[in-house]
């Protein structure tokens, strides 16, 4: 008998989990991808377009060229989702499902630091990182601080790779010498959650770039009139220039399901990505996955939110309800291997490749900056964004050449 499967969110996680279910499953089985905005952006390119490498254009899709045929795409806001009677609701129409896959995401929410929203610049949004641009063009020189608000954000690298692509900024326009980068989290080392050896090379990277690094400061609230940051138990600190990494909460839809556990994320298994419903999936941002052996009430270590664990994630759901709903043999589980490249300024980027949740400790290390990682991260944006209809051919090519590298053993 067909099932129905409702993916929600069409980013990363939920565009991998659709179109890997629509080429597995016969077209008896429905699949329907709900997504409130007609547009992808390619988040990881938000801080090129920060330093005016790429255009809004440039990093920005329909999301019809980017679902497989056979998906029904519904461009609307998901309201209500209801775990027993296995129903989600949109503002237009309600849909039951067989199985749900959750991959809405994390909200910005900026409000929640007093006078964070007016303030500060961010490149956390395609919109915020082209104001940024403008700004740097035009700033006058002085002290740019850029702030991590909150755990946890996106993409633990993007913080340091902003910071140095900004240097590079202005490095490029021989005006290094008239700003200082102060880089100020709330995290005891840079990407804690991949051990204190890649954090210390990492912040060598970015100390050698001339950026200032402050862990363990956490962000109360701004002083926009005497432009100063007010830090949990440390003095207020000047900045000329703003730039925040917002908090960052579940979507209000999740957050009132009541699915999601003490955090405020909701709970899945970490090999599976089943969440304590019947048929219920998460991946993404969404989910909280603790990792083994390195939980401490004090200091949460959860798997990173970044779009690398999406893909994967997506990829596990989708193999996972294939199997169920074929009655087949049991489906991929999540490893915990993945990557992230950094972008370090220059034209090249470094590599963090390995197990972030091996136990005990994470088995991650960071290539040295150079520049077939920047080609990398660019061949790869090349793939996301190109129409399903062309990705087959050549960038499948690209993509399994660029995995071989990314599977080199890694030293440092
Ligand atoms: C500046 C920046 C740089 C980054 N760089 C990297 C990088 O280099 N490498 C990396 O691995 N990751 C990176 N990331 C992180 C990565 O983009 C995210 O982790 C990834 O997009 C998460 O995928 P997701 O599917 O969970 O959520 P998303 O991709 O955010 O998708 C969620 C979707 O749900 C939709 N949605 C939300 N609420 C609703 C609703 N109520 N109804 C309908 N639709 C809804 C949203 O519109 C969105 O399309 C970066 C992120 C940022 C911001």
Known sequence: MGQTIVVLGAGVGGLIAANSMRLQLGQEHRIVLIEKSRDHTFAPSFPWVMTGYRTSGQITRDIRSLVRQGIEIVID???????????????????NYDYLVIALGADLRSELIPGLPDNAYTFYTLDGARKLHEALKNFKGGDIALVVSSMPYKCPGAPHEAAMLISSFFQRQSQSQKVNIHLFTPESQPMPVAGPQLGGVLKQMIESRGIKYYPFHKLASVDAENKELRFEGKTPVHYDMLIAIPPHRA?????????????GWIPVDGATLKANYKGVFAVGDITSLSIPGRWNPEVPMVLPKAGIFAHLEGEIAASQIVVAINNGKPAAQFSGIGYCIIEAGQGVAGLAYGNFIAEPHPQVLLRKAGRRWH???????????????????????VLNAGTKIYKVPVKL
């Open 251 to 263: 979507p209000a839809v999740v957050l009132n399901a009541g699915i999601t556990n003490e955090a």
């Open 77 to 95: 806001e998901a309201i209500n989702i209801d775990c027993t009677k296995r129903v989600v609701s949109t503002k237009q129409k309600s849909f």
């Open 375 to 397: 080609i990398g991260r660019v061949l790869f944006e090349k793939w996301w964004l190109a129409p399903l209809t062309t990705r087959g051919s050549i960038f499948r090519h």
